[in-house]
Structures are given as C-alpha cells and as structure tokens.
C-alpha cells in the first residue's frame, strides 16, 4: 500500500514527469520555483503517494479557500496526478481519501475541482467517490487584453 506524505523539494522531478503524463510537458524549467511557493503557502497543500521503493506514485494538490457568506470552507483540488502504472490500483483514492481528512481538519465542508471535458476516464473515477458534476465553470486568461 502506498504511503501518503507531504511533498519536498526533492520531489520536483517526478513531480514534473508525473505532470508531463497529464499533459504538462516542459514544467521542469519552472518546477523547483513552484513547488517551493506552493510548500511555503499557509492555504496549499501538496501530497504524494509513495511506493515501497520510494517512487512517487501520485500526486494531489490542493488549496484552501475561506468563504464569505457560508460557515465552512471549501478546498480546491488542482490537479491530481496517478502514474499510469499505477492507475486501477487505488492510489488516487487514497489521495483524495488523504485531501479530504485534510480538508476536514482545515474547516472545510466541501470539496471542489475542475476536470477538462476531454478526461472522460477522471469523470467516472470522481462519480465513483461520489463528486457530482457542476456545469459551468468560467473563466477569462488575464493574458490577453480586456
């Protein structure tokens, strides 16, 4: 069974693989000085499941919102991330079972994510954990002008 952990630095290049597998290719520029603002921020959370030999299996990150107008708070997963050898066998279960007791333990009541139309397979996987779909999501890139 995997072992659940916070990440470390040292975990930035497979971390980086693992979000080449999703379709991320080319974060290892960047990796070192992200990974390190997300374990320096008191609202993220990063988590990794780890094999017996020590290899990373997964990955869950997530963020913890405080909300206005509602008591509890929700938490964010933004990506989760299963080596493909290892999907089928529980890990990203584990991971969201992981995020969850986190988020639990932070005040959150609930827990949210966006998953692109395209990943029809991550779809059933979050229906099987009991995630309902919420249509509608937008968004605006701040890169272009307004």
């Known amino acids: 069974m ?3 952990r ?3 630095r040292d975990d930035a290049a497979a ?3 693992l979000l080449g597998e999703l379709g991320y290719p080319g974060c290892d520029e960047f990796i070192d000085r992200r990974l390190q603002q997300q374990l320096d921020h008191d609202d993220a959370c990063l988590l ?3 094999g017996d030999g020590g290899q990373l299996l997964g990955f869950i990150s997530l963020h913890f919102i405080v909300q206005l107008a509602l008591e509890g708070d929700f938490c964010r997963i933004s990506y989760l991330c299963v080596d493909a050898t290892a999907r089928s066998q529980g ?3 584990l991971l969201i079972q ?3 007791q986190r988020a639990r333990a932070r005040g959150c009541d609930r827990m949210e994510l966006h998953c692109d139309a395209r ?3 991550a779809h059933r996987f979050y229906e099987r954990l009991g995630y309902e779909d919420a249509p509608k999501y937008f968004r605006r890139s701040l890169n ?3």
Request: aromatic residues 0%; glycine residues 8%; proline residues 8%.
């Open 2 to 4: 995997p072992r659940m």
């Open 6 to 8: 916070e990440a470390r």
């Open 15 to 17: 971390i980086a693989c």
């Open 48 to 50: 990794v499941a780890e």
């Open 91 to 93: 890990v990203g279960a």
């Open 98 to 100: 992981a995020a969850e």
């Open 119 to 121: 990943r029809e397979a």
């Open 144 to 146: 272009q002008p307004g």
